[in-house]
């Protein structure tokens, strides 16, 4: 027998659990992950709130600006997706729809975590670009984007595939 998603509701290898309870595990470990994740991106957000009310904020040229709005932007949509679990499953609790809660707040996990990885390559951009110049702005920025991308997307596959 599988579940909606296509797995066995017995698992063949690993946990002996009902669908029920996997759903459950697995609600619990997202909460962990966006606990984590959630303090990071709203200290980053509250930061970048109150950059335009700093005295040298004037001194920005218009590609400083323009970086620093897609930055602030994409903190507050990536905060968004990070808390939108939580409503949703306050929306639907006791409703017996467990399993595509914990799905639906994967997916927007996963969608927070690309839109953090840009807002913290935005964040080094605009950083290395204030402090030293355009050139190296773009090579940190660039530099965090490809760091990010292959920790959080290459070394899951790579480490899946070995084992």
Not at 44 to 73: C, K
């Amino acid at each position: 027998m599988t579940d909606t998603a296509g797995m066995p509701e017995r698992p063949e290898h690993g946990r002996e659990e009902t669908l029920e309870e996997r759903s459950d595990r697995n609600w619990v470990e997202l909460l962990q992950e966006l606990r984590v994740m959630q303090t990071g991106v709203q200290i980053l957000t509250g930061f970048l709130l109150i950059l335009p009310f700093q005295s040298r904020f004037q001194d920005l040229d218009t590609f400083q600006r323009n970086v620093y709005l897609v930055d602030l932007l994409t903190c507050i949509v990536a905060t968004g997706l990070f808390v939108a679990p939580v409503a949703i499953h306050r929306a639907l609790f006791r409703k017996h729809l467990k399993q595509p809660v914990v799905t639906v707040g994967d997916r927007m996990t996963r969608a927070a975590l690309v839109l953090l990885a840009v807002a913290l390559s935005c964040t080094a951009l605009l950083v290395f670009d204030v402090v030293l110049d355009r050139t190296a702005g773009l090579v940190v920025g660039g530099g965090c984007a490809v760091l990010l991308l292959f920790l959080w997307a290459v070394l899951p596959v790579i480490v899946r595939r070995r084992h």
